[in-house]
């Protein structure tokens, strides 16, 4: 066989667009892993959480509501979107967006355990497929002092990121234990639970 049809041979069909909803780079850094051909747009949406809304209902909420504001723009395309908040003692923790403000959460989640929900959905409007999956994964921290605390803030300045710190960086150091099936759920993309919502939706990642 030629070395042309040999080379032909190993590489992937043509597929439809796909658009990562989100504009954090985290989650793109994780899409990257897939090895796929995408583009990122931005959703504009209201990221606030009703009254009484339950840490499930407001990720897989704002998830679809990501994926559907990108998908009117390009209905023929896979949407990808996905959001995540923290729980600790049954209190949403969103971005902080300030050092003041991260202070505050992570003196809280000292000596507990925060639940992270993270949800993904893929939405494909000219086929009509949606599906919305929820991951759930626990952070144990340890008993740490706010000249601690000050210290990491100022090295890693996470204030983009629900729970006030980076898992996949200088964070690790506050944990005394992490339980979960998906360690990129913490990161905000859950990648075990995207890759077979992908493959149903007609996207070949391997």
Known sequence: MPANDLLSGAMKPVQDKIILASSSPY?????DRLHLDYECRTPDIDESILPGEAATDYVCRLAQAKAQ????????ATVIGSDQ???????ILGKPGSHAKALRQLQDAQGKTVVFHTAVCVLNLGRDFRMVEEVLFEVQFRNLNDRQLQHYLRV????DCAGSFKAEGYGACMFSALRGEDPS???GLPLLK???????????VI
């Not at 890693?156 to 204030?159: A, I, K």
């Open 85 to 91: 908040c923290a729980l600790l003692d049954d209190r």
């Open 69 to 76: 504001t990108i998908a009117l723009q390009a209905p023929d």
């Open 156 to 159: 890693e300045q996470p204030y």
């Open 194 to 204: 995207l890759t077979p919502m992908l493959e149903s939706a007609g996207i070949e």
């Open 185 to 187: 759920a913490l990161i």
């Open 27 to 31: 989650r793109k850094r994780l899409l």
